[in-house]
T-cell receptor, first 114, second 117 residues
Framework: GDSVTQMEGPVTLSEEAFLTINCTYTATGYPSLFWYVQYPGEGLQLLLKATKADDKGSNKGFEATYRKETTSFHLEKGSVQVSDSAVYFCALSSTTSGTYKYIFGTGTRLKVLA | EAQVTQNPRYLITVTGKKLTVTCSQNMNHEYMSWYRQDPGLGLRQIYYSMNVEVTDKGDVPEGYKVSRKEKRNFPLILESPSPNQTSLYFC????????????????FGPGTRLLVL
């Protein structure tokens, strides 16, 4: 079945460092890909998404490109801030045989130090 | 304000005592879903609904029931809770139609933390 694999955390960085969180997926068909962020004590909220190959999603300085050839959707940010400390989830929408499921990765905790 | 609400936010119960967690959205979304979040396992989909009276199983449906009698509400029912259902539960909704950024984007509720003794 469809699946999402993302790098394990926690990831600890100093402020202004470069961030990469790896995400790869397995899917039949053509899923949409998402990054969600969860701040402490809150629900998830969409960070960015891409709906087809070579699309780049971007928001708040974060970027991710839908790479069909490598089945990846890595999250990047050029300069992280303390306020970016959160848990990041990679996800895909799986629409096969009339179903419409969402598959999430296990989450990567990011801690940014001042 | 557009939102997904869940109640209760915190619940402690005992094994076997039936409970319902309510979920409501005010965005007229077709799609609604329930997830559980457990350490090291991320979010796993329990059930989802693509419209009124249309529900389907996610990846971990055992021990749960849902119903979708109205578009805005999607309650999660635990008929006989067990300790392995202790978890953090999230409800989410999403539009399935339309264009732009909103389509397929899920809007999450604040979560319900459940402890089954």
């Amino acid at each position: 079945g469809d699946s999402v694999t993302q790098m394990e955390g926690p990831v600890t960085l100093s402020e202004e460092a470069f961030l990469t969180i790896n995400c790869t997926y397995t899917a039949t068909g053509y899923p949409s890909l998402f990054w969600y962020v969860q701040y402490p004590g809150e629900g998830l909220q969409l960070l960015l998404k891409a709906t087809k190959a070579d699309d780049k999603g971007s928001n708040k300085g974060f970027e991710a490109t839908y790479r069909k050839e490598t089945t990846s959707f890595h999250l990047e940010k050029g300069s992280v801030q303390v306020s970016d400390s959160a848990v990041y989830f990679c996800a895909l929408s799986s629409t096969t045989s009339g179903t419409y499921k969402y598959i999430f990765g296990t989450g990567t905790r990011l801690k940014v130090l001042a | 304000e557009a939102q997904v609400t869940q109640n209760p936010r915190y619940l402690i119960t005992v094994t076997g005592k039936k409970l319902t967690v309510t979920c409501s959205q005010n965005m007229n979304h077709e799609y609604m879903s329930w997830y559980r979040q457990d350490p090291g396992l991320g979010l796993r989909q329990i059930y989802y609904s693509m419209n009124v009276e249309v529900t389907d199983k996610g990846d971990v449906p055992e021990g749960y029931k849902v119903s979708r009698k109205e578009k805005r509400n999607f309650p999660l029912i635990l008929e006989s809770p067990s300790p392995n259902q202790t978890s953090l539960y999230f409800c989410a909704s999403s539009p399935l139609t339309g264009t732009g950024r909103d389509k397929e984007t899920q809007y999450f509720g604040p979560g319900t933390r459940l402890l089954v003794l």
